[in-house]
């Protein structure tokens, strides 16, 4: 079948659901939007390509759309995607930043599609190992709370141990009920086995030492394999025509098999937009200088496994292993020399103290020590990798052991990755640029834990751009990235350039502007102080003054949002009593209920007024009354001191170029414009948008920002 034929069936695909579903209308824009969707999907070469035997070269093709508030995104990616995926006999993967979307499209979208298409089709959703609970250490833990024995094993880290040991007797006692609770409530089939539909998903600390991981699981070996959740989610997934995943899961897993391949797959990516970050969050690393009693453990380990398994790579693991802790030392006291003062210096009310290396160039005492880390970690981890070859094969010939033998290949596999991302810190810390290369953002932090000072290295790549081109792009064929924020003050070119597809000639762009009548539907207030927003302490008393005055007059829901805990704890102490109780304030509850007593209030004509931070300026849907009103406090900058923004601006500046704006500007406009988002959700909704920052309209960069916004009608508002 030809590309041609393929998108004109998506396509009319796509036109038989709007025409089937009751009460919906047809979007000039939506229908823009599935066409070229269409048109993208249908003319990627998926699968592999013998080009020796003369097969051309395989087509990519990449389509990057901002679909603006109200244009119904999802409807017009995932029908003809759905369609095509079937006509073609491959599978859709859609990838996306937040759990409400995930819940959002395997709860209500695709059923509502499944229902419709002609053609039959599987969904399911994809999530990382980590939420799942491991039947065997949940099995082992509600017999006492901890692990059992030494033998079988303190599958935790040492800092969780020390926890441990200073946690009070009923506290123990209450972790052994909820885990032998959990344990028979999975047993009944009355759980799932899945953390996130627990009535109340348990904390981290609690959460942790059952949560299944990838390291210390042996799979199909395993005596439990039959009921693992993990592995039933996962057989879910291979009879699914679509699954939804997320961004931080599809570049985990990049090469790993758990979803489908990107050369034979049609891909979308919703909320597109925190590609870049996530990225660079999946490809930092960092390792702990001064906590390295792991590595003793894991050494006994691997000579006592090594030993009953014959493995002769053994032989070297204690060397290595004091070698490893001898250097780690080295370091700690190598950093604490040289950087030890300014780490000092910094306060502690701020999470631990940190201190960048200018350039990513290292001292030079630092290097050796290094090089020597890197090369005992490797190493060690060839050892290790024998033992894991050799317990396979054990459990291989000898399944009625498998008990035993996956309990040791826990009790290696639970510290193994620290090893991992040991060896992979030193390696990214150790990269010199090349003249003209883009250096490795690097840095040390310093946190006390109690008596205890705790040194850690740090590194992470600058340009997510080049990250993502390097590890996904090269792999994709056809893929779809959506958004309502991918142009900044007006443009493609900062998104394409950090998503790694600026000068690709596989992709093309496409603006659909929202249904929205914004300049009768909204208006901008731009709300001027007389004092200037970089003087902090007199705007914030300046800009609380006129907040409190605007708010006042709210009749039903609205939305403040602040760029500073600081700032927001400001407005809160300065709230009259009368309006301390209209007011809701974020982390005072958990964000479900807060957003249902909003609803409550509002619903109940009563007026209801949320105070909260860059989470609740993106993907909060209050539609209506709910939020007649959004005041943004202040243009939403990201805080300068990120070690990776700053060494990615020292190296702008070193290159000639202005990262305030290359970099600040255009990251702000896509911030601002998410804020500005919230204020109108439907075609009936009518609201206004306050703003206390005065360079919205006083600077030249301001003039950008704005361009970057719906076309609300501008009101200029001088100092009250």
Known sequence: ???????????????????????????????????????????????????????????????????????????????????????RGTRVLISTATVALQEQLVNKDLPALAALLPQPFKFALAKGRGRYVCKLKLDRLAGTGEAEEEG???????????????????????????????????????WDGDRDSLDTPPEPEVWSPVAAEGASCTGKHCPAFSQCTYYDKRKELVGAQVIVANHDLLLSSLGARVLPELDNCLLVLDEAHHLPATALDQFACSMDLSRITWVERLSSRGLRIGALLEVEEIADIPKHSAQLRQ??????????????????????????????????????????PLGLLAASAEGFLDALRAISKALRAEMRDKPDEAKR???????????????????????????????????????????????FIVVKAHGSPILPGTTLRNHLWSAVRGAVLTSATLTSCGHFDFFLREAG??????????????????????????????????????????????????????????????TSREQMRQA?????????????????????????????????????VIFGMQSFGEGLDLPGRLCESVFITKL????????????????????????????????TAIRLAQWVGRAIRTEEDMAHVYCYDKRLTRTSYGQRLLKGLPPFALEQRAPL
């Open 501 to 562: 597809l600026h000068g690709d000639e596989a992709t093309t762009t496409l603006e659909v502007p929202s249904p929205f009548n914004y300049a009768a539907q909204g208006t901008l207030i731009a709300a001027e102080t007389r004092a200037d927003p970089k003087n902090a302490a007199q705007f914030t008393t300046e800009m609380v003054d006129a907040l409190l005055h605007d708010i006042a007059r709210v009749e039903y829901g609205a939305l403040v949002l602040f």
């Open 327 to 368: 250097t780690l030392q080295d370091l700690a006291r190598i950093v604490m020399d040289v950087y030890g003062a300014q780490l000092k210096s910094q306060p502690s009310a701020w999470g631990p103290a940190r201190v960048r290396v200018p350039r990513g160039e290292l001292p030079e005492q630092l290097i050796a």
């Open 152 to 190: 079988e094993d303190d599958l935790f880290a040492e800092e969780e141990a020390a926890a441990r040991a200073k946690r009070p007797r009923h506290e123990t006692e209450a972790r052994i009920q909820f885990y032998s609770t959990m344990a028979q409530t999975l047993s009944k089939g009355a």
């Open 405 to 451: 033998l996956s309990t040791l290949y826990a009790q290696i596999g639970m510290l193994a990755p620290r090893l991992e991302e040991l060896h992979a810190t030193a390696q990214l810390l150790l990269q010199d640029a090349p003249e003209g290369a883009v250096p490795a953002a690097k840095w040390f932090t310093l946190e006390v834990d109690g008596d």
């Open 572 to 608: 809160v102490d300065a709230l009259p009593t009368a309006m301390r109780s209209v007011v809701l304030v974020q982390n005072a509850l958990p964000r479900t209920q807060l957003l249902r007593r909003h609803r409550e209030r509002v619903e109940n004509g009563e007026p209801s």
């Open 1 to 87: 079948m030809s590309q041609q034929v393929w998108a004109a069936q998506a396509l009319e695909s796509f036109d038989a659901v709007v025409s089937a579903t009751e009460g919906f209308r047809s979007r000039a824009g939506q229908r823009l939007m599935a066409q070229q969707v269409a048109r993208t999907f249908s003319s990627a070469t998926l699968g592999k390509v013998d080009e020796e035997s003369g097969e051309a070269a395989p087509k990519r093709s990449i389509a990057v759309i901002q679909a603006g508030t109200g244009v119904g995104k999802s409807l017009a990616y995932c029908a003809p995607a759905i369609a095509l995926a079937l006509s």
């Open 636 to 667: 939403p900058f990201a805080p300068p001191d990120d070690p990776v923004g700053e060494a990615r601006a020292e190296w702008l500046r070193a290159v000639g170029r202005d990262p305030f704006s290359e970099l600040v500007v255009p990251a």
